[in-house]
C-alpha cells in the first residue's frame, strides 16, 4: 500500500530553449546533453546556472539511438546509426567545441592519433569502439567509469584505467581512452534490453526478465576456476514446440539466483590485466504478463533498469572509492521494484502506481515517474539502509531510524501534457513533453484517468505548450531543498496530530521525514580546497570550475548544522510519538529521545498530561524513564523533578518504585514523600528485602536512626546480602560500566561500615562473585569510605574464600602476601577485631594450609605483638597451602633480615621449603634454632628426602656437636637423628657413616640397635 500525501517535493520548473525537438537526453556532471529527433547533433546544457544557458554543441558522425554519459572521465557514449549499420562511440574532451571550431580527431580504440593529441593540443576526440556484434544497449559505471555494452547475445566490459605522467589521480583528458580496453566479455542466455553497471554488479533485463550478478576478481587462478564452475548456470530448458508456454513469477535472491536456468559464461579477450575474473549471481526475476486485465505485452514490458550507489561518511569500513550501499531499481507499468544488493539482497519497497508509468529514475531521496500527463515523485528507503551500514548498532537502546520496511508514500503529482521521457540529476529532473492528437479512446482513457487522480491525487493543472509555436517543450523541474520539505512534512503532520494524536499518519510522516534528513546527514561533506575529494575524481580542464571552494565547504558545513538541528528535533518529535504510542513500539521512545539531546527534564515537560485530558503518561515515557534512571550517570535532578519522577512511578508501574529511588540521580528526592509511597507498597504488594532496605536508607537519609535500625532487623544478615544483590545500587552508584568506571558508596555503605562491616563485607563479595563490581572498583569503595587497612583486607581474605577464578586468587594471594609482610615489618596497624582469624581461614580455604608443627618452636605466641600475631599466622598458612607463588613472594622476603627475628627465619625456611632446597634450610635452623631441627626433618625429611637425614642432618650435627660438646641441643637432636638412621640403613652402611676420630663408641648403642632392627628383618 502506498501513502499519499500532498507534499510539495518541486521548487520550481525552468523551459530549456532548444532551437530543435529533442529526442534523447542524458545528464550528469551538471550538464544536460539533448540530441535532436532524428538528428546528428548533441547540445550540452548547464544545469547549475540560471536559465540552462548552452555550454556547447558538436556534431556526431552517425544519427544517435542511445547516449549515456560518465562524469568519471567526462565521456559521452553513443550507440548511432548511420548507412544501416550501427555503431559504438565514444566522445572526449568535448567541452573544446563550445565555439564550434575546434579541431576534432578520430580514431579507434587503443589507437593513439598521430600529432595533434600526442601533442597535447585542445580538441574533441571521436572514439571509434569495434565489437563483433551489434550493441543494444550501454551503461556507465557511476563510480569507476567503466563502460558496458550490450550486444544481443553478449555483454562487453571496458575498464577505464586512470593514468597520467603528472598526478596518478587524474586522467590525461587528451587520452581518456587512449588505455580503455576490452577487460572481458560475458555471454548470456538472456537477449538484454537494457543493462546497468555500478562497482561491479551488473544488472540487465529482457521483456520480462531481470538478471543481477557480481563480477569478482581474484589473483589465483586455482580459486578462480573453482568459483566460475560453482558460478555459471546452464540453460536446461525444454524445446516448447507447437505449445505456448506461459511462464510463472519467480524471485530468487542471492545463491538461489543460480538456479534461474540462464546461462553465463566469461570469456577471455586476451586484453585483460593480470588476474582471474568469476562471477556470483545475486538476483533474478521474471515476471508474468497477466493478460485478464487487459493489457498487452507491449505494455507489461520492463523499463527504468538502474544501480544506484551511495556514499555514507564512514569509511572504515571499505575502501574510499566503493559506495556504502547499491541499489537496484527496475519498473513494470503499474509496479516498480527496489532492491538492496550489498551486505545481502532484499526487496525494500514495491511501488504501485495509479497509473501507466512510463519512465522511472532513482535518486538518493526520492523516486520520481512520468506517465504521459504527470510527473509523480515517491520516497525511498535507500537511506534506512546506508545508516544500518553506516552504523551497525544503530537498532539500539542507544540510536534508532526508521526500517527499511516502512511503507513508501507519494509525495506529489505534477500535471504535464504529453510526457515522453525524462531524467534526473541531483535536485534536477529534466522531462521532454510532447503535445500529439489523441485517438479517441485515448482521449477518452486519459480524461477518465484525470477524473480518478483528481479524487485520489492533489496537483497543479495541467501544463499548456508554449507559446512558441511548437508542441514540444524541455523542463528542468528543481525540487525543493532537504530541510524545506522536512520542514513542510513536519507542519504536515502537526494537522495530523491534532485530529488524530496517537495517528500512523502522524508518525508515518516525521519517519518520512527523518529519512529525508538521513540522506543528506550521511553524504560525505564536500572538503575544502586542496583537500582530498571522498569520491574518486578524473577531471578535466571543462571540470575545473565545478570542484568545490572553500566558500562551497563552508556553506555545506553550515546547511549540514541547520540539518543536524532539525534531525534533533525530528528525533525528539518520534520520541514524543512512540512515548504516547501502542506498547508494541514503545521503546523506540528511548533512542529517539537520546538522540534528540534532550535533558530528562525536558522530556518529562513533553510528557505531561494536560489538566484536561483524560490519558496518563504513555509506557513509552515510562520505558525511557526506566532506562535513563537505570544509568549510571552524573547527572543529579533536582527535588521536584526527583518528586515528580515518583509520582509518575506511583501511578504507572509501583512496583518499579525501589529500582527508581536506587538511581543515583533521584538523590535529592524528598524522602518523607518517598517513605509515604514505600509504605503504601508494602501494605499492597507485602515485605520484600530490597523494599525493606530502601525503607531504611530513606530514614537514615531522616537522621531517625531507630527506625533505620528496626527496619535493618527485620531481616537474617544473608537475605540482606540477597537483596543487596538484587538492588546492588542500594550501597553502590556507578558500577555498571566496567572495571574502568569510577564507583561511590552510598549513604548506607558508610553506616554499615560503622554498624555492621561484617554484613558490608558479605554484601561487597557476593556482588564481585554475582559480577555486580569488579575488584578494582571494590578496592576503589574501600578506601572511599576509609577502610583500606582493616575491610579491604578482610573483603580480599573473603573473595580468595567464595573465588574460583584463577586470576583472582593469584592476584589476591600476591595482595594479601603483601600486607601481611607490611604490618610485620612497617608496623602498620592491623584492625583491633578481624572477621577471619588464621583458624577461621584454614579451616575454610584450601589456599591456606595447617600450620607446620616446627614454625611453633620458631614463633611462639609471645614473640610478637598481638597486632602482628594474626598476620604472621596468616602469611605462615599461606606459605604452608598449595598456591601461594614463591617466586611472586620471595623479592618481598629480602627485606625480612635472616637472623633478626626468629619469625622472619621462618618465613625463609618455608620458602626456602617450597623450593626443595631442604639442605639450606637444616643449615639455617642449626645456626639459628636447633631446638627446630628435629620436628623440622620428622616433617619434611620423608620419603624422597630420607637420606638427608644421614647425608646433611647426621654429619652437620657430628661436626657441630664435636665443636660444642656442651650444648645440649644439640646432642639432643644427634641422639635423635642416629635412632631415625639406624632404623633406616643396615649396619655396614651405618659403620661407613661412622667418624674415624676415636668416637666410635658413641655410636655403639645405634650400631647395636640398627643390627636388632637387621635379624628381626
Not at 566490459?157 to 586512470?162: A, E, K, P, V
Not at 587462478?221 to 516448447?240: F, I, R, S
Amino acid at each position: 500500500m502506498v501513502h499519499v500525501y500532498n507534499c510539495h517535493p518541486f521548487a520550481s520548473q525552468q523551459i530549456v530553449q532548444v532551437e530543435q525537438e529533442p529526442g534523447l537526453l542524458c545528464s550528469g556532471g551538471g550538464v544536460i546533453f539533448v540530441v535532436a529527433t532524428g538528428g546528428c547533433k548533441v547540445e550540452a546544457y548547464s544545469l547549475d546556472q540560471e536559465g540552462c544557458p548552452l555550454l556547447c554543441r558538436f556534431a556526431t558522425m552517425g544519427t544517435p539511438r542511445i547516449i549515456q554519459y560518465s562524469a568519471i572521465g567526462d565521456y559521452l557514449v553513443t550507440i548511432e546509426d548511420k548507412n544501416n549499420a550501427t555503431y559504438l562511440r565514444a566522445y572526449t574532451n568535448w567541452r573544446y567545441q563550445a565555439e564550434e571550431k575546434s579541431r576534432v580527431g578520430v580514431r579507434m580504440l587503443g589507437h593513439l592519433l598521430r600529432g595533434a593529441s600526442q601533442r597535447s593540443v585542445a580538441q574533441m576526440e571521436i572514439i571509434e569502439i569495434p565489437l563483433s556484434e551489434r550493441p543494444v544497449a550501454v551503461a556507465c559505471c557511476p563510480v569507476t567509469g567503466d563502460l558496458l555494452v550490450a550486444c544481443e547475445k553478449t555483454l562487453v566490459l571496458f575498464t577505464l584505467r586512470r593514468e597520467s605522467k603528472h598526478n596518478l589521480n587524474q586522467l590525461n583528458p587528451q587520452s581518456s581512452f587512449q588505455n580503455t580496453q576490452p577487460s572481458h566479455s560475458k555471454k548470456a542466455g538472456l537477449g538484454p534490453q537494457q543493462v546497468a553497471l555500478c562497482a561491479g554488479y551488473i544488472a540487465v533485463h529482457a521483456e520480462l526478465e531481470v538478471l543481477v550478478v557480481k563480477l569478482h576478481s581474484s589473483l589465483d587462478p586455482k580459486t578462480a576456476e573453482e568459483l566460475a564452475d560453482m558460478n555459471t548456470c546452464v540453460d536446461q530448458g525444454e524445446d516448447p514446440g507447437d505449445f505456448l508456454v506461459l511462464q510463472r513469477h519467480q524471485e530468487l535472491l542471492g545463491e538461489r539466483a543460480r538456479d534461474c536456468g540462464v546461462s553465463v559464461t566469461i570469456e577471455k579477450t586476451g586484453m585483460e590485466e593480470t588476474g582471474q575474473y568469476t562471477l556470483s549471481f545475486v538476483l533474478y526475476r521474471r515476471f508474468a504478463p497477466d493478460f485478464f486485465q487487459g493489457c498487452s505485452v507491449e505494455e507489461t514490458k520492463l523499463h527504468s533498469l538502474q544501480l544506484h550507489p551511495m556514499f555514507t561518511r564512514n569509511k572504515s569500513m571499505q575502501s574510499p572509492e566503493e559506495p556504502s550501499c547499491v541499489f537496484c531499481f527496475f519498473s513494470l507499468p503499474t509496479t516498480g521494484y527496489l532492491y538492496s544488493l550489498r551486505g545481502g539482497v532484499e526487496l525494500l519497497s514495491a511501488y504501485q502506481y495509479p497509473e501507466k508509468v512510463l519512465r522511472a529514475v532513482l535518486t538518493d531521496d526520492l523516486l520520481h515517474v512520468i506517465t504521459k500527463s504527470a510527473l509523480q515523485c515517491f520516497s525511498v528507503r535507500c537511506a534506512a539502509v546506508a545508516a544500518r551500514v553506516e552504523d551497525p548498532y544503530i537498532d539500539t537502546t542507544m540510536r534508532a531510524c526508521p526500517p527499511v520496511s516502512l511503507k513508501v508514500c507519494a509525495l506529489r503529482m505534477q500535471l504535464f501534457i504529453g510526457l515522453r521521457t525524462m531524467c534526473a540529476l541531483g535536485r534536477h529532473v529534466m522531462l521532454l513533453s510532447a503535445a500529439d492528437a489523441e485517438p479517441p479512446e485515448e482521449a477518452d482513457r486519459a480524461t477518465h484517468t484525470r477524473s480518478f487522480m483528481s479524487k485520489k491525487w492533489a496537483g497543479s493543472r495541467p501544463k499548456a505548450p508554449s507559446v512558441t509555436g511548437h508542441g514540444w517543450n524541455l523542463y528542468v523541474v528543481n525540487t525543493v531543498s532537504p530541510i524545506t520539505l522536512y520542514h513542510e512534512m513536519v507542519e504536515y503532520s502537526c494537522r495530523y496530530a491534532e485530529t488524530h494524536p496517537m495517528g500512523e499518519s502522524c508518525r508515518h510522516l516525521l519517519s518520512e521525514a527523518h529519512l529525508i534528513l538521513r540522506a543528506s546527514l550521511i553524504k560525505p561533506l564536500p572538503t575544502a580546497k586542496g583537500e582530498p575529494r571522498e569520491l574518486p575524481e578524473m577531471p578535466t580542464d571543462g571540470e575545473k570550475a565545478q570542484r568545490p571552494t572553500t566558500d562551497a565547504f563552508t556553506d555545506s558545513k553550515a546547511e549540514r548544522q541547520v540539518m543536524e538541528t532539525a534531525f534533533r528535533e525530528n528525533c525528539a518529535q518520534l520520541g514524543d510519538c512512540f512515548s504516547r504510542g501502542n506498547q508494541k513500539d514503545c521503546h523506540l521512545a528511548l533512542p529517539y529521545y537520546r538522540m534528540s539531546g534532550l535533558s530528562i527534564t525536558e522530556v518529562m515537560s513533553r510528557n505531561r498530561p494536560l489538566p484536561i485530558s483524560p490519558c496518563t503518561y504513555g509506557p513509552g515515557f515510562v520505558f525511557y524513564l526506566n532506562h535513563f534512571l537505570l544509568e549510571e550517570t552524573d547527572q543529579i535532578l533536582s527535588q521536584e523533578a526527583a518528586d515528580e519522577i515518583i509520582d509518575i512511578f506511583s501511578q504507572t508501574e509501583p512496583s518499579q518504585l525501589v529500582t527508581v529511588c536506587a538511581s543515583p540521580a533521584m538523590a535529592d528526592v524528598s524522602p518523607a514523600k518517598v517513605l509515604r509511597r514505600l509504605q503504601h507498597l508494602e501494605q499492597a504488594t507485602g515485605i520484600s528485602v530490597p523494599l525493606t532496605v530502601t525503607m531504611a536508607t530513606m530514614s537514615l537519609r531522616l537522621d531517625d536512626l531507630r527506625r533505620y535500625t528496626e527496619l535493618m532487623e527485620k531481616h537474617a544478615e544473608m537475605l540482606l546480602v540477597y537483596g543487596f544483590i538484587e538492588e546492588p545500587r542500594l550501597l553502590l552508584h556507578g558500577g555498571s560500566g566496567g572495571r574502568d568506571t569510577q564507583v561511590r558508596p552510598t549513604q548506607l555503605a558508610n553506616q554499615l561500615r560503622k554498624d555492621q562491616p561484617g554484613l558490608l563485607t558479605a554484601a561487597m563479595v557476593a556482588l564481585h562473585e554475582n559480577n555486580k563490581v569488579q575488584l578494582e572498583q571494590a578496592d576503589q569503595v574501600f578506601k572511599e569510605l576509609g577502610c583500606e587497612h582493616s575491610l579491604l583486607v578482610d573483603f580480599w581474605e573473603a573473595v580468595l574464600v567464595a573465588s574460583t577464578q584463577e586470576a583472582i586468587i593469584q592476584e589476591l594471594l600476591f595482595r594479601l602476601a603483601v600486607v601481611y609482610i607490611d604490618r610485620l615489618t612497617s608496623g602498620m596497624a592491623a584492625p583491633s577485631k578481624l572477621l577471619k582469624s588464621t583458624e577461621d581461614l584454614i579451616n575454610s580455604c584450601s589456599h591456606y594450609g595447617t600450620l607446620y608443627p616446627w614454625l611453633r618452636i620458631l614463633t611462639p605466641a609471645s614473640n610478637t605483638g598481638s597486632q602482628q600475631q594474626e598476620a604472621l599466622q596468616k602469611l605462615q598458612s599461606l606459605l604452608c597451602g598449595p598456591s601461594m607463588p614463591i617466586g611472586a613472594v620471595q623479592p618481598l622476603l629480602e627485606q625480612l633480615s635472616l637472623g633478626a627475628t626468629l619469625w622472619g627465619l621462618s618465613l625463609h625456611v618455608l620458602c626456602a621449603t617450597r623450593r626443595g632446597q631442604h639442605g639450606n634450610c637444616i643449615e639455617k635452623l642449626l645456626d639459628h634454632c636447633p631446638q627446630a631441627i628435629i620436628p623440622y626433618a620428622n616433617h619434611h625429611l620423608q620419603e624422597t628426602y630420607m637420606a638427608l637425614w644421614w647425608q646433611k642432618l647426621l654429619p652437620e650435627l657430628c661436626n657441630r656437636t664435636r665443636a660444642e660438646t656442651e650444648n645440649g641441643i644439640l646432642l639432643a637432636a644427634l641422639k635423635e637423628t642416629l635412632l631415625v638412621v639406624a632404623n633406616e640403613i643396615s649396619p655396614v652402611e651405618f659403620l661407613e657413616l661412622m667418624p674415624d676420630d676415636g668416637t666410635a663408641l658413641y655410636f655403639l648403642p645405634h650400631l647395636l640397635a640398627c643390627s636388632q632392627r637387621q635379624l628381626l628383618a
